[in-house]
């Protein structure tokens, strides 16, 4: 990505992700037990909902996928809290307005996290057009999910290898 206010929001605001409709999880190691395969798929599903947003570039269904107190750690673009990570996503669409994130195959990782969630973690592409041709790059993630009374959210996420 040649731009350089667009690679900064693109590195210092996004963690994490798949294509609105394409995303096909990396199915979990044969005997796993039956409640860590569910929690694979509760985290592949969450990731294709809160990327179906990002793809779809609402803010407001983006951010309802983060909790009041997240805490963003960018390699580049260093902490955000919620409002700053907010700001930043409205900020990468209107500049961005083609860009989109898909979840690159084979990389989804779920791990549980006792009495608290799961740990996500992966490898995702972000696109846009750059003077007319596809801009693209990688970047990995670990997101951290709370589940509390059934609702999960995001309460850390570190995006790095920009």
């Not at 989109?100 to 995702?124: C, F």
Request: aromatic letters at 12%; charged letters at 20%; a neutral charge.
């Amino acid at each position: 990505m040649r731009n350089p206010l667009v690679i900064f929001w693109l590195l210092a605001i996004l963690c994490g992700p798949t294509a609105y409709g394409q995303h096909t999880p990396h199915k979990p190691a044969p005997g796993k037990p039956a409640a860590q395969n569910e929690l694979y798929q509760t985290v592949a599903r969450l990731d294709t909902e809160m990327f179906a947003a990002f793809n779809a570039h609402d803010v407001d269904k983006l951010m309802a996928y983060f909790a009041d107190n997240v805490e963003f750690y960018h390699d580049k673009g260093g902490l955000s809290n919620f409002a700053q990570t907010k700001a930043g996503f409205a900020r990468l669409f209107a500049q961005s307005p083609d860009i989109t994130r898909t979840l690159v195959p084979g990389t989804l990782e779920v791990y549980p996290v006792k009495d608290y969630g799961a740990m996500h973690i992966a490898t995702q592409r972000f696109c846009h057009l750059e003077n007319g041709r596809p801009d693209c790059g990688n970047s990995k993630f670990v997101m951290v999910w709370q589940q509390q009374a059934g609702i999960w959210r995001i309460t850390r996420v570190v995006s790095y290898d920009h």
